[in-house]
T-cell receptor, first 113, second 117 residues
């Protein structure tokens, strides 16, 4: 799976949008971008995933650049409960060991009141 | 509905002892995964079950670690002769699709925090 690079930490004011970047310059054509988050003392929680089109669900939006070498997770109105470590993961579509999630160190997002 | 549950939530043991960690996946999920998370790191893959069989155990660090899933539901991770370096949070996840793919969302339990003294 392609390697991802994320900033170690970010801060965001409550009620503002949180934009979390991820670089995945070695991503291949059949690999998806996944985002998970991990709130303190809990297991990781799935947020969203995408291939090349932008995606939106009730939790967040995912913007993937046209060359697919980077993406941004957007939490439109961050709350204190969004404070967590956010992991960007690149994962294959089929074949090989695409069932594995390969986590990096992620980005610690701290939402401040 | 009920999510993935893991017991115990915390386990403290002495070096050299044997421990068992239990995972109850979401009902009906055929795929089950174990991960290990050390302090300050992201989770690392240990083993993947399709039904009752271990399809990939390449992440198990050595032969002291073993996992079973005899009836295709509950899984037990077993660690023999524990060492201080085994201290970590052990996470279990399950999903409804075998083989991965974009629709395969893994749902994680809260983890078991293992401390080896």
């Amino acid at each position: 799976d392609a390697k991802t690079t994320q900033p170690p930490s970010m801060d965001c004011a409550e009620g503002r949008a949180a934009n979390l970047p991820c670089n995945h310059s070695t991503i291949s054509g059949n690999e998806y971008v996944y985002w998970y988050r991990q709130i303190h003392s809990q297991g990781p929680q799935y947020i969203i995933h995408g291939l090349k089109n932008n995606e939106t669900n009730e939790m967040a939006s995912l913007i993937i650049t046209e060359d697919r070498k980077s993406s941004t997770l957007i939490l439109p109105h961050a709350t204190l409960r969004d404070t967590a470590v956010y992991y960007c993961i690149v994962r294959g579509n089929s074949g090989g060991s695409n069932y594995k999630l390969t986590f990096g160190k992620g980005t610690l997002l701290t939402v401040n009141p | 509905g009920a999510g993935v549950s893991q017991t115990p939530s915390n386990k403290v043991t002495e070096k050299g002892k044997y421990v068992e960690l239990r995972c109850d996946p979401i009902s009906g999920h055929t795929a089950l995964y174990w991960y290990r998370q050390s302090l300050g790191q992201g989770p690392e893959f240990l083993i993947y079950f399709q039904g009752t069989g271990a399809a990939d155990d390449s992440g198990l660090p050595n032969d002291r670690f073993f996992a079973v899933r005899p009836e295709g539901s509950v899984s037990t991770l077993k660690i023999q002769r524990t060492e201080r370096g085994d201290s970590a949070v052990y996470l279990c996840a399950s999903s409804s699709l075998e083989g991965g793919g974009p629709r395969d969302t893994q749902y994680f339990g809260p983890g078991t925090r293992l401390t080896v003294l």
